[in-house]
């Protein structure tokens, strides 16, 4: 192998492990979060450029994480549903992985101090916590994801921290449709992971990984996802409430037919074709906040 073939594919499997399809979905809140800072007149260039990378960065080593520590816990097993762990797999050594993680985690806080010295040490709290429980989530002692808490983990730090940090580092301050914007992000990509902890229920239950999906079964589990997408789409008929300043963030209603095939997918299908009901919960969660953004920039302009 030529010393290029042997940099493409070293290339190709650390995009395997950063898994960009999930990378959309991460970007989703930063998104919203800038909108909101524009509809409110508070835009900042450069804070929202950072704070949109620093949610991918961020997204990007919870992935690493998770593949080495899932790996260290023997949790991934050969016969997997999911896509490909590098660790697993033997692509990459638990050095190689370890060492990216640490990278990753190091450049966003990089990112984060520019932040703080213009934000302030919130900024710092918001940044430190959010990389303790990427790392936790699977890692150490207690991992999060091992106990059931998962999904208030990805509610908290990939829908509340994301929007409203994101808003924050622009206008200082935090709106209440940046909290209203932050549950409806929450929701929809905490699905993720609800669709993830679906397709694995029964390899999860074997290395007694607790989900929450393990603990209150296939029926629930597709009632709390179903749930989620309603309340996702309350979140705009709310803030239209609130002031009619969001009226056009109603124009999220108009991917309710892709939602309404998701709901149905997820209680039709089981096993490894629940990996394209997953792509498709990220994707949703992409043009939501796209829908969402574009709705509120419109009300300034018109």
Known sequence: MNEQ???????????LAARPKTLPAAASSAILGIA?????????????IIALLISILLQVGANFANDLFDYQKGADA?????????????????????????FIFSVSALLGL????????LVVLIGFL?????????????PFGYHSMGDIFVLIFFGFAAVCGTYFVQAKNISVASIWGGLAMGLLITNILVVNNLRDIDSDRLVNKRTLTVRIGVKWTRVEYSMFVLFAYLVPVFLT?????YLFSLLTWFSVPFAIILI??????????????LAGTATLALIYSLLFSLGIILF???
């Open 78 to 102: 050969k016969n997997r549903l999911g896509p490909i762990r590098v660790t697993q797999a033997g692509l990459l050594s638990t050095r190689q992985v370890t060492i990216g993680m640490i």
């Open 36 to 48: 909101l800072a524009i509809h409110d007149g508070n835009f900042s260039l450069l804070p929202a």
């Open 300 to 302: 300034n302009i018109f």
């Open 114 to 121: 520019y932040l703080a010295i213009d934000a302030g040490w």
């Open 264 to 277: 149905k997918e997820i209680f039709i299908v089981e096993g490894r074709p629940l990996n394209k009901t």
């Open 130 to 142: 959010a990389i303790l429980a990427a790392l936790a989530y699977t890692g150490g002692p207690f």
């Open 5 to 15: 073939t042997l940099y493409h594919s070293k290339f190709k499997i650390w995009m």
């Open 241 to 245: 409430i609130y002031s009619k300043t």
